[in-house]
């Protein structure tokens, strides 16, 4: 069974620019869901994909969207970054309807912008 | 205004104590509670969770107590390993809605 995996590990951006972070599901999940980890804060929702549509959105403004691909990968783009997007963005893949607690996170993408 | 209050930033203990880590929530709607650990360049792992209907669940060396009229929380670790120092969230939700996180506490087991 392959986890939920991540990438890039690491990226840094400056302001105004455009950035893609991509997560690939556990096998036999078929439903991403996007966190913002700032420092010192708790992961907090940006918005989750399942069907290929967006499924239910956190208090994220428009710049931030996503995709979700038939082999149920997803991505996460932010355009015009700003410095307050430096965190660490966490996928998490489940299967729809299952319990909250089978929800597994991947190791997180750390964004720096400078 | 945060749902989720974990207002312990850090705590310490020695190898072989408790842990007692707390958590406080805000909204009574809430009925489904998890532990969550994270070690450094990993992402959160589940570690317990607890339903509303329940006042405790035990896991092992793990368990989570639930007060709901106090609406809060707490993990205890008995014993304490060196293993167990890693960042801990509290996450709540109710029905499917997403979790919501407390900012976490890092805990130190010190040998």
């Known amino acids: 069974e392959t986890g939920v995996t991540q990438s890039p590990t690491h990226l840094i951006k400056t302001r105004g620019q455009q950035v893609t972070l991509r997560c690939s599901s556990q096998s036999g999940h078929n439903t991403v869901s996007w966190y913002q980890q700032a420092l010192g804060q708790g992961p907090q929702f940006i918005f989750q994909?399942?069907?290929?549509?967006?499924?239910g959105r956190g208090n994220f403004p428009p710049r931030f969207s996503g995709l979700q691909f038939p082999n149920y990968s997803s991505e996460l783009n932010v355009n015009a970054l700003e410095l307050d997007d430096s965190a660490l963005y966490l996928c998490a893949s489940s299967f729809q309807g299952g319990a909250p607690n089978e929800q597994f996170f991947g190791p997180g993408t750390r964004l720096t912008v400078l | 205004d945060q749902q989720v209050k974990q207002n312990s930033p850090s705590l310490s203990v020695q190898e072989g104590r408790i842990s007692i880590l707390n958590c406080d929530y805000t909204n009574s709607m809430f009925d489904y509670f998890l532990w969550y650990k994270k070690y450094p360049a990993e992402g959160p792992t589940f570690l317990i969770s607890i339903s509303s209907i329940k006042d405790k669940n035990e896991d092992g060396r793990f368990t989570v107590f639930l007060n709901k009229s106090a609406k809060h929380l707490s993990l205890h670790i008995v014993p304490s390993q060196p293993g167990d120092s890693a960042v801990y969230f509290c996450?709540?939700?109710?029905?499917?809605?997403?979790?919501?996180f407390g900012k976490g506490t890092r805990l130190s087991v010190i040998a």
């Open positions: 994909y399942y069907r290929e549509e967006e499924n």
């Open positions: 996450a709540v939700t109710s029905g499917n809605t997403p979790l919501v």
